[in-house]
């Protein structure tokens, strides 16, 4: 077997699903993943009818392969341990669909994110501890893992049944966001199935070595994101944990949407760090180097470009992607 090659189509969510399938064959590429829920919308994957309906996922299906592509991968990344309303308790709805619409399907990974509680049982909204050196932050951090051990057994059993692998994406501002705190969840939590998704933009935003990180997760890593990040003159003073954004913008026009009714704030005029095109902050000796780390881990992991650079229009930062992702394979034979 070997890696497949694909991307992620959420970044080409004002196509039909046959218009986005075509942009990535077009550019070399022979897999795809489309989102079903959590923060974002699912515009290539109409859920309730393929939930209902075997001739709809047939015909579904069909679609790929009429191009040549393989749905390599459903993603419902959100909060589902959120305690704001229009979060939690739907995300996680959306979360145990998407496994349910996984396994109808085949499709063996479902990304998703571990997700952030509050910091108490009374607490309004989720609460991210960074660095507990105070004892209270380890108060915190209790609670909150005892409200995320039951809902992950509870959704490792459902994975299990429907034969299907989570992927938790090590994302700051979820529980698990590092090598060592997914360690901890495997712990706590004893997953038969769930593994990680192995996304190097945030752990390059962490400050944190990727290839490092992969030796160290082996096996555990279940799927891949292909994004890149790159670390700015700014982080010199304002360090990659810098919190001066500024408020949401007024006009609507000018918000980038962070999910559904939730938006980015404004961005600092010199920050620390950026999400960039790949390529655009590790050359393609770097990516060779990441492809032929995984690949000793497992050969047959499916890589995934997302592309969440503002810079580059949607379909430029998917061929960008994808010329630097392909010769990377091509320098490391994989």
């Known amino acids: 077997m070997s890696l497949t090659y694909g991307a992620y189509t959420a970044c080409l969510q004002d196509r039909t699903l046959e218009e986005a399938l075509d942009v990535l064959a077009g550019v070399g590429l022979t897999g795809a993943e489309v989102n079903t829920g959590g923060f974002i919308p699912s515009p290539h994957a ?21 191009r ?12 589902p341990l959120s305690p704001l309303p229009t979060e939690g308790l739907g995300h996680a709805e959306s979360l145990r669909r998407t496994i349910e619409l996984a396994g109808l399907l085949g499709v063996r990974e479902v990304v998703a994110m571990s997700g952030t509680p509050g910091s108490d049982p009374g607490a309004r909204y989720p609460s991210w501890v960074v660095n507990p050196w105070n004892g209270i932050d380890l108060e915190v951090l209790a609670y909150q893992w005892s409200v995320a051990v039951p809902f992950w057994k509870e959704i490792d059993a459902l994975a299990r049944a429907r034969d299907v692998q989570v992927c938790l994406e090590m994302h700051p501002r979820n529980l698990v966001f590092s090598p060592l705190t997914f360690e901890r969840f495997l712990a706590e939590v004893e997953p038969t199935h769930i593994g990680v998704n192995l996304d190097p933009s945030h752990l390059f935003w962490q400050q944190m070595d990727p290839i490092a990180c992969i030796e160290r997760l082996g096996g555990h890593i279940r799927h891949v994101h292909a994004k890149d990040t790159a670390v700015l003159p700014g982080a010199a003073v304002r360090g990659v944990l810098d919190t001066a954004f ?15 009714g939730h938006f980015c704030a404004s961005w600092p005029a010199d ?16 990516w060779a180097r990441f492809l032929a780390a995984l690949a000793a881990v497992d050969s047959d992991l499916h890589v995934n470009i997302e592309h969440e650079d503002a810079a580059f229009g949607r379909i430029e930062g998917i061929e960008r992607g994808a010329r630097t992702l392909l010769a990377a394979a091509a320098a490391a034979g994989v």
């Open 46 to 66: 109409p859920v309730d009818l393929l939930l209902t309906s075997d001739r709809a996922r047939r015909d579904y299906l069909r679609i790929f392969a009429d």
């Open 246 to 260: 500024g408020p949401v913008p007024e006009d609507p026009a000018a918000r980038v949407p962070t999910g559904i």
């Open 271 to 286: 920050p620390s760090w950026r999400f960039v095109a790949l390529g655009e902050g590790h050359d393609v000796d770097y």
């Open 68 to 79: 040549g592509m393989e749905l390599t991968g459903l993603t419902a990344s959100g909060n």
